[in-house]
């Protein structure tokens, strides 16, 4: 029976939606070719619409080669329209729709707390504004040229040294690519790991949706894994071949988990039994505020780990600088391709960073920013607790964000939408779910770009949205 839901509150027109709807259910082969839709009266019937609605959007989709309808037979699926069931979270867009201004009855500045946004604010402006001077003026005219396509030789003798020192990765510098981001290193992996043999990909669930967008991109087929506070639980892995394991094991993206030793041995027991690798991304390992951070897995095994890191955190997202430390057997691929790919990235960018490390700047611009994420992380907290009675903080005490449990309240999309109007833009942690259901009471709060009076405010306006549904 072809049964779902339309929303009247929605941006999209009635047509769109049972339009969108029937597509995606014939793309996944929920309806199978040749099969007999309802007709457009009884369609409109269960659903609720007028039946203009439902004819539009069969017109729409007739016109478009997924159905054909037969006079006085009745509607069929047309053959060849399903792709494959690998497809099946790209297209049903399991996100929330973002909450919008044209449904606020007033304009507000949002205070936005989404999570990854580094502090810009305290971007060290005037000491790399010096040194692209200094670089500028001072590189020989080769180094105007074409490079090499791995990256900056100082800049990688500077990461090789600094992520041995501080996260425990063995290396040497020619095992390290520079790439535009831990976004493109996570999506060249993908396109040389993933094949038609082994395409599928095992992550955590919740995840990083932007991951496993780069992931399904390239063909992957994804296999959600249950994660707790302890990041991914590997008991739970299915019988399976995968291309590779996606852990974030140092705080686990969104849940901020750090994976014990016994599971990153379990995992890695796992890829040296079905021969796959071990994709670790350490994306915000810098911010430790307890205790000092644990060490990478990469260190654990050279040669079934790839490491990913990325400088969009600790410095900004706009240098678009990223690393991967490979495994020797995929250093020629990788190269190739990213080589194929973009040629290299920018160099002299490169150089500057090389110098920023080299000079010192780099470790005291970490220790400063540990210091401000700090500040925000507490004044998080603080209003948290000076505005409710019951939540649970989980994950551990370091990154950018943190996630908040709530007895009994559902983030939907009601509620978002009244929160934005109120002025600030929360995240629930249910929208990083595949396997949905289990996390629609925790918010996922990211401070690293708001100031300590931003968060107080926004925590406050969190509050009375809250009670105001609760005694409305
Ligand atoms: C889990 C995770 N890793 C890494 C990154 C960094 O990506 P990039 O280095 O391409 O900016 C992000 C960005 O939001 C992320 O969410």
Redesign the pocket.
């Known amino acids: 029976m072809l049964l779902f839901q339309v929303d009247r509150s929605e941006d999209k027109t009635l047509t769109q939606q049972v339009y969108e709807e029937i597509r995606w259910r014939i793309l996944e082969n929920v309806l199978k070719e040749n099969e007999k839709i309802p007709s457009s009266r009884e369609l409109a019937k269960t659903i609720g619409v007028s039946r203009n609605i439902v004819l539009e959007a069969y017109h729409q989709l007739e016109s478009e080669g997924y159905i054909h309808i037969k006079q006085r037979s009745g509607t069929f699926i047309a053959s060849g329209t399903s792709i494959s069931h690998l497809r099946k979270k790209d297209l049903q867009n399991t996100k929330q729709p973002a909450p919008t201004d044209n449904k606020c009855s007033s304009k507000k500045n949002i205070i936005d707390f989404k999570a990854?946004n580094p502090a810009m604010d305290h971007f060290p402006r005037k000491v790399w504004g010096k040194i692209v001077k200094e670089v500028c003026i001072d590189v020989p005219d080769s180094l105007f040229g074409y490079q090499d396509e791995s990256g900056n030789e100082e800049l990688k003798e500077e990461l090789a040294s600094y992520l041995e020192t501080t996260r425990g990765v063995v290396c040497v510098p020619d095992q390290i690519v520079i790439t535009?981001?831990?976004?493109?290193a996570l999506s060249l992996i993908t396109k040389i790991l993933v094949t038609e043999e082994k395409d599928s990909v095992i992550v955590e669930d919740p995840v990083?949706d932007?991951?496993r967008q780069i992931f399904l991109h390239n063909g992957a087929t994804i296999i959600p894994v249950d994660t707790d506070v302890q990041g991914i639980i590997p008991s739970n892995i299915p019988q399976a071949k995968p291309s590779f394991v996606f852990v974030?094991p140092s705080h686990q993206?969104p849940l901020g988990g750090t994976l014990s030793i016994q599971r990153r041995i379990e995992l890695i027991n796992f890829a040296e039994k079905q021969n796959c690798y071990i994709v670790e991304?350490d994306?915000d390992s810098e911010f430790t505020y307890e205790g000092s951070p644990v060490r990478s897995m990469q260190g654990l095994a050279p040669e079934k780990v790839i490491y990913?890191g990325?400088?969009?955190?600790i410095l900004a997202?706009a240098l678009?600088i990223?690393y991967v430390v490979l495994p020797h057997e995929l250093l020629s691929d990788f190269r190739k391709l990213k080589w194929y790919t973009d040629r290299h990235n920018s160099s002299l960018e490169q150089i500057v960073l090389a110098r920023f490390m080299k000079e010192g700047h780099f470790l005291k611009h970490i220790r400063n920013m540990k210091r401000i994420y700090q500040r925000r992380r507490t004044a998080l907290v603080n209003s948290l607790e000076k505005y409710f009675d019951h939540f649970t903080i989980i994950g551990e005490n370091t990154g950018m964000h943190l996630v908040v449990e709530f007895p009994v309240i559902q983030f939907d999309k009601k509620l978002l939408q009244q929160l934005y109007c109120e002025g600030i833009k929360v995240y629930p942690v249910e929208e990083y779910a595949i396997n949905k259901g289990n996390h629609s009471n925790k918010l996922l709060l990211g401070y690293g770009s708001l100031r300590e009076e931003e968060i107080e405010e926004g925590v406050s306006i969190l509050f009375n949205v809250i009670s105001k549904c609760k005694h409305p």
Do not use: L
Not at 180 to 184: E, F, R, W
């Open positions: 990854g535009s981001g831990a976004t493109q990083t932007e991951m974030i993206f991304d994306y990913v990325t400088f969009s955190k997202p678009r990223g």
